[in-house]
């Protein structure tokens, strides 16, 4: 079995930092007074409390694995990393307008969160999977001008 690796870039070595950092601030940051305590939240059930302190903690953890692979340089992680952003794109934009609302967001409100979070994931996203040029591309480049001269 071979362990396959990928040539990572600058961007991507930022990218998995952050994914890295996000992940375990993520799983910190209910433990602080800065969690979820607006009343909707704190009114709901015990089950329901644990199953989405469970989840966010899940995805959380995806994102360690997947920031670590990343530095690592397995094949494996972008893939991970791609399918771990757009899972936390959709439950992160609806915390954050949970959040940013301090209750019940309006519709309005919830759909400007999926698109800043989107786009913040979109940053990340680009940075994982771009593509850092190889010494003979940029060379064939440089021929190929001399040509046209």
Known sequence: MTNSKLDSTKG????AIYLIVAGLLGILWPLTDLGPHHPEFQVKSFAFKLGSYVR???????FIISGIGLLYRKTWARK???????????????????GYA????A????LLSFVAVGVWNGI??????R????RIQQ????????SLK
């Open 12 to 15: 991507a070595k930022i990218a």
């Open 56 to 62: 966010s903690n899940v995805i959380n953890l995806f």
């Open 80 to 98: 991970m990393a791609m399918v771990i952003l757009v899972i936390g794109a959709i439950y992160t934009a609806n915390e954050f307008a949970w």
């Open 102 to 105: 301090m209750g019940n967001p």
């Open 107 to 110: 519709l309005v409100v919830r």
């Open 124 to 129: 990340w996203f680009y940075l994982i999977f």
């Open 131 to 134: 593509k850092k040029k190889s």
């Open 139 to 146: 060379n064939h480049g440089i021929i190929q001008m001399r």
